[in-house]
């Protein structure tokens, strides 16, 4: 779904959690205007550095937290958060963020994993949540990032979900889409 999502980034772009620039080579340069990647790992923003420069794009990246992006209000035309919204401590914060970046009509392009559906993998998920958490850098298996979202003042404008399948399942559902937020 990366290859499918990144790619409709446009205008100035603003990734949270960039952590080692996995998503770098999947803008589409002609599209992007300015490119800023935010983590609070240092360590993984070297690893972006470096593959920015493989990759010869121009990327600036910023040490910081989601809930406190430093980036000025209405700077940015698309957020591009991927496998990211699972581990921030305070996601309605971060999402508030977001949106005061974001210009009118800015757009959120969310690439996340759910709860999964049904009575047995979601009793699974919530089981092994904690040990989880702490092997995975913070990840939660049991958030529902489009209620999140949706809640925080977002308007979906396409969604597309999967189930993960085989080893990866216990990831529950596979989530992307665009969102728009409703008071711009």
């Given at each position: 779904?990366?290859?499918?999502?990144?790619?409709?980034?446009?205008?100035?772009?603003?990734?949270?959690?960039?952590?080692?620039?996995?998503?770098?080579?999947?803008?589409?340069?002609?599209?992007?205007?300015?490119?800023?990647?935010?983590?609070?790992?240092?360590?993984?923003?070297?690893?972006?550095?470096?593959?920015?420069?493989?990759?010869?794009?121009?990327?600036?990246?910023?040490?910081?937290?989601?809930?406190?992006?430093?980036?000025?209000?209405?700077?940015?035309?698309?957020?591009?958060?991927?496998?990211v919204l699972?581990?921030?401590?305070?996601?309605?914060?971060?999402?508030?963020?977001?949106?005061?970046?974001?210009?009118?009509?800015?757009?959120?392009?969310?690439?996340?994993?759910?709860?999964?559906?049904?009575?047995?993998?979601?009793?699974?998920?919530?089981?092994?949540?904690?040990?989880?958490?702490?092997?995975a850098g913070?990840?939660?298996?049991?958030?529902?990032?489009?209620?999140?979202?949706?809640?925080?003042?977002?308007?979906?404008?396409?969604?597309?979900?999967?189930?993960?399948?085989?080893?990866?399942?216990?990831?529950?559902?596979?989530?992307?889409?665009?969102?728009?937020?409703?008071?711009?």
């Open positions: 779904m990366r290859e499918r999502m990144i790619p409709a980034a446009a205008g100035d772009v603003l990734e949270i959690g960039i952590g080692s620039g996995h998503n770098l080579e999947l803008y589409d340069r002609d599209r992007i205007s300015t490119l800023v990647g935010v983590d609070p790992d240092t360590k993984l923003l070297a690893l972006a550095h470096r593959r920015s420069c493989d990759l010869q794009r121009d990327v600036r990246l910023i040490e910081g937290a989601a809930e406190r992006l430093p980036v000025e209000m209405h700077s940015i035309d698309t957020v591009v958060a991927s496998y699972c581990t921030i401590p305070d996601t309605q914060t971060a999402l508030a963020e977001i949106r005061r970046v974001l210009r009118p009509q800015g757009k959120l392009i969310f690439l996340e994993h759910a709860v999964g559906r049904g009575n047995i993998l979601p009793h699974v998920q919530r089981k092994m949540n904690a040990g989880w958490r702490l092997l913070g990840c939660n298996l049991v958030r529902d990032p489009v209620s999140r979202i949706t809640s925080s003042g977002f308007g979906i404008e396409s969604l597309i979900e999967n189930d993960f399948a085989g080893r990866m399942r216990f990831l529950g559902r596979h989530i992307a889409g665009i969102a728009v937020s409703n008071t711009q």
